[in-house]
Antibody, heavy 120, light 105 residues
C-alpha cells in the first residue's frame, strides 16, 4: 500500500522559513517523480514544485520560484520542501504527491495535507 | 499563462448522468486528468490521459477530451460521488481548473 506521510507544517511568521518532509513507502521511491501541491483553505489546488527521480529535473510554480527549494533522498525514501521568505499567501495545506511515472505530471497518490499557516 | 475553466457547481439526481466540463485553449491537444476531493480528504485521481481509469475507480467514471473541452462523465451517479472535482493539464507546468462542486440531490 502506497503511503505518503507528511510532517513539518505549523504556524510561522512572515519572512521566516519552514521545511516540510514526506516519507514514502509501499513503492520503489526512486522509480518515480514526486511533487508538492498546495491548497489554500476553501480554495482550489495549486501545483508548487516537482522533482524527477534523480533530482536532475526540478521545476517550481512562478509563485514560489526563488523562495522554495525541493529535494529528495532516495536512500531514505524521503521528499522535502524548504520554504523560505514565507508570505501570508503561502498559507495552505501542502500535499506530498507521487507521479504516475517519470514526470508524467499525473498525480496518482496523495499524502495527507499538512497545514502551513503564515501569520504574525 | 494557461488557464482551465470549470463550472463552479453541477447538480444531478441520484441515478442520473453528471457531466463536468473543463475548458482551455486547444485542451484536446494535451492530456487531461481529473481528481475527486471529498471534504476533509486528499484528492483522488479518477481519470488520467483523457479517459483512463486507475485501478479501483468505478466504471461509472469516464472521460473525454476534444477541441477546447475535456469532460468528466459520471453515469448512474451515487450519493458517494458528491465531491469537488478538479481537472488538470500541462502547459509547461501543471495547471489545475478551479474545481466543480458536484451535488447529488
Amino acid at each position: 500500500e502506497v503511503q505518503l506521510v507528511v510532517s513539518g507544517g505549523g504556524l510561522v511568521q512572515p519572512g521566516r522559513s519552514l521545511r516540510l518532509a514526506c516519507e514514502a513507502s509501499g513503492f520503489t521511491f526512486d522509480d518515480f517523480a514526486m511533487h508538492w501541491v498546495r491548497q489554500a483553505p476553501g480554495k482550489g489546488l495549486e501545483w508548487v514544485s516537482g522533482i524527477n527521480w534523480n533530482s536532475g529535473s526540478i521545476d517550481f510554480a512562478d509563485s514560489v520560484k526563488g523562495r522554495f527549494t525541493i529535494s529528495r533522498d532516495n536512500a531514505k525514501n524521503s521528499l522535502f520542501l524548504q520554504m523560505n521568505s514565507l508570505r501570508t499567501e503561502d498559507t495552505a495545506f501542502y500535499y506530498c504527491v507521487k507521479d504516475l511515472g517519470q514526470q508524467q505530471l499525473v498525480f496518482d497518490y496523495w499524502g495527507q495535507g499538512t497545514l502551513v499557516t503564515v501569520s504574525s | 499563462s494557461y488557464e482551465l475553466t470549470q463550472p463552479p457547481s453541477v447538480s444531478v439526481s441520484p441515478g442520473q448522468t453528471a457531466s463536468i466540463t473543463c475548458s482551455g485553449s486547444k485542451l484536446g491537444d494535451r492530456f487531461a486528468c481529473w481528481y475527486q476531493q471529498k471534504p476533509g480528504q486528499s484528492p483522488v485521481l479518477v481519470i488520467y490521459e483523457d479517459f483512463k481509469r486507475p485501478s479501483g475507480i468505478p466504471e461509472r467514471f469516464s472521460g473525454s477530451n476534444s477541441g477546447n473541452t475535456a469532460t468528466l462523465t459520471i453515469s448512474g451517479t451515487q450519493a458517494v460521488d458528491e465531491a469537488d472535482y478538479y481537472c488538470q493539464a500541462w502547459d509547461g507546468n501543471v495547471v489545475f481548473g478551479g474545481g466543480t462542486k458536484l451535488t447529488v440531490l
